[in-house]
């Protein structure tokens, strides 16, 4: 069974930037998808990027200032986060499927982390 660990979030001014990082603690394929979905209060959980394979997928509203990758060998994968936005602030959840594909339904994601919370100042 893997298990997910996130680590990276914090305060930040607007215009500023944030690394998350997902540790996996078993070994993770590069064709199984690893996404980060997030979520603020009162909200449903969104999915905000994802990886598989080599092919990327990002929400509208964070494409051109997100951007995923991982690293294999290593069972990590992360988010940069650049030009953040009040909007952004969420709790951000590591997620893993093992069902192989750039993956976008939250519920084909039976892996997830206990989420790092992400807070964007005005």
């Known amino acids: 069974q893997v298990q997910l660990a996130e680590s990276g979030g914090g305060l930040v001014q607007a215009g500023g930037s944030l690394r998350l990082s997902c540790a996996a603690s078993?070994?993770?394929?590069?064709?199984?998808?690893m996404a980060w979905y997030r979520q603020s209060p009162g909200k449903q959980r969104e999915l905000v990027a994802v990886?598989?394979?080599?092919?990327?997928n990002y929400a509208t509203s964070v494409k051109g200032r997100f951007t995923i990758s991982r690293d294999n060998a290593k069972n990590t994968v992360f988010l940069q986060m650049n030009s953040l936005k009040p909007e952004d602030t969420a709790v951000y959840y590591c997620?893993?499927?093992?069902?192989?594909?750039?993956?976008?339904?939250?519920?084909?994601?039976?892996?997830w982390g206990q989420g790092t919370q992400v807070t964007v100042s005005s």
């Open positions: 997620a893993r499927s093992r069902i192989v594909g750039v993956l976008t339904t939250m519920t084909m994601y039976d892996q």
């Open positions: 078993g070994s993770i394929s590069s064709s199984n998808p």
């Open positions: 990886t598989a394979g080599g092919t990327s």
